[in-house]
């Protein structure tokens, strides 16, 4: 049974009875569900996964202490604790996981702002930059089982997909960096004998690539070792996870590196065919940096079009 499928049979079995039961008067307060730090949030989870920080559990998410009191809160807190600690041959734990608690009792507002920096998930232009996807990933991933508040899934709603300058900025300087690393170092490097300068150019070339793709499929990328793994369920170009898994798996030896200079350009090829398909840019060429430019130009916000294009990256 995948984690969120566990989260939500052992919601549906003791979880909700237990508010239904107990706490009826608070339930127009609640939200309740799975969702932020963990494979199981994005449904990646598998057998390997359950050697740690995998139970049975939910979360109960609270507004601020205006509308539930501390009181109140530790009653829920202490009934979530009672629940049963074995459910479908899984035990919950006793400690904590590293970070702090992924289940129980949670305020709305320390939710978003572990994540986001701001307990309301308003983020200002500077913010936007600044996060990294994975905590807007966390923030808006999993499921919300109901949400009789409103707040959680509001919050969510305003966060699930960036503003459109931010993309582009975000863009701009990925697209950049894939090429300078890609189109340009790599061969710079192998030319100079440096083989794994080179493979480091690859890495660069690979990690701005996934970046740009996230970007043009107006998704946040998770934490990287889940990026391969969201790539490939993409709408958009996830058929470059492949080639990029080539990229960064195959040596530098004489005979490679042809053509992993080809699978480059390819990738860099059906990029910039997304880009036109959705009309960010103006450029018409090969050449990745006119691409980059050519986006950043097309910011709204003079101020943000203004910052180095690699402001955001």
Not at 254 to 268: D, L, Q, T, W, Y
């Amino acid at each position: 049974m995948k984690g969120l499928e566990l989260s939500r049979a052992y919601f549906e079995e003791y979880g909700r009875p237990m508010l239904e039961r107990d706490f009826p008067q608070l339930l127009p307060f609640l939200a309740a569900g799975l969702t932020g730090s963990g494979s199981e949030c994005f449904g990646f989870d598998d057998d390997i996964s359950q050697d740690h920080d995998f139970e049975p559990g939910f979360c109960l998410f609270l507004p601020g202490e205006d509308i539930v009191d501390r009181r109140t809160a530790f009653l829920l807190e202490r009934a979530y604790a009672k629940l049963p600690k074995e459910f479908c041959s899984l035990k919950r734990s006793l400690l904590q996981p590293a970070g702090g608690s992924r289940h129980g009792v949670i305020r709305i507002g320390d939710f978003f702002k572990e994540k986001t920096g701001t307990p309301d998930g308003i983020l200002s232009t500077e913010a936007w930059l600044r996060l990294p996807d994975q905590y807007l990933a966390e923030a808006t991933n999993g499921e919300l089982y109901f949400d009789n508040y409103g707040e959680m899934t509001r919050i969510r709603r305003m966060l699930i997909r960036r503003p459109g300058d931010i993309k582009k900025k975000k863009l701009a300087g990925h697209l950049m960096l894939m090429a300078q690393s890609g189109q340009y170092n790599y061969k710079r490097c192998l030319q100079h004998g440096e083989s794994a300068a080179a493979q480091l150019a690859v890495f660069e070339f690979v990690k701005n690539a996934s970046a740009a793709i996230f970007l043009l499929n107006d998704a946040y990328q998770p934490y990287y070792k889940w990026s391969f793994r969201a790539l490939r369920g993409l709408a958009k170009l996830s058929i470059e996870a492949e080639l990029m898994e080539y990229l960064l798996c195959s040596d530098n030896e004489p005979a490679s590196r042809e053509e992993k200079a080809n699978v480059i350009e390819g990738i860099v090829s059906d990029i910039i065919d997304e880009l036109m398909e959705q009309r960010l840019t103006q450029a018409v060429c090969m050449d990745l940096e006119k691409h980059a430019n050519s986006v950043n130009d097309s910011i709204s916000d003079g101020q943000l079009r203004n910052l180095n294009i690699l402001a955001a990256v």
